[in-house]
């Protein structure tokens, strides 16, 4: 994940399109696992100190992401405010701690905005590759509903899909 200006940014991220064809081969893996995380209050972030600040809050975000994936893990921005980490060779427990410690990361951040600073905040949903996920979407579909599962709740919390079973870390 590149840390430039955001166009740059955003431009020099893997595309989810490109990014998808790559999960296809990925599948054929017996141990696999993705999360899918958000970014809590962008738009806040965006209408308080501007849009400017939310690309700041980004590429700190991005900075994190990379700092804290291994070197098999790959990463996508798939949009908006959400990231994508597949992690190879991994189990839904280990993807698991891996996203509560990338949580942790994020949350000790303070980004100086102006006088000010921010302390973003991530949530994250969770899937493993089960039988019968033969798309990249079936995967992100998974975690998505994971993270699905924690809205409403307190922001900043990690969801683990297997089945139909949403776990929530306090």
Do not use: W
């Not at 405010?81 to 990338?102: I, M, P, Q, T, W």
């Not at 998505?144 to 683990?160: F, N, P, R, T, Y």
Request: hydrophobic letters at 45%; charged letters at 20%; glycine letters at 8%.
């Amino acid at each position: 994940l590149p840390i430039t200006l955001i166009t740059g940014f955003l431009g020099a991220l893997t595309t989810f399109s490109s990014f998808s064809a790559e999960v296809v081969g990925m599948l054929q893996q017996s141990r696999l696992a993705l999360a899918v995380l958000d970014l809590d209050h962008l738009k806040a972030y965006n209408e308080l100190h501007g849009h400017a600040a939310g690309d700041i809050v980004l590429k700190e975000i991005a900075r994190v992401i990379q700092a804290s994936v291994r070197r098999d893990d790959t990463t996508c921005r798939l949009g908006g405010e959400e990231f994508l980490v597949v992690c190879h060779n991994a189990d839904l427990k280990s993807a698991f701690g891996s996203a509560e410690r990338l949580r942790n990361m994020v949350r000790s951040l303070k980004i100086p905005i102006g006088e000010t600073s921010i302390q973003p905040t991530i949530s994250v949903g969770v899937a493993s590759r089960e039988a019968g996920m033969e798309r990249a979407d079936d995967m992100i579909q998974a975690a998505d509903k994971a993270l699905s599962g924690l809205h409403g709740m307190v922001d900043h919390e990690v969801g683990c899909r297997r089945a139909q079973a949403v776990v929530v870390l306090d």
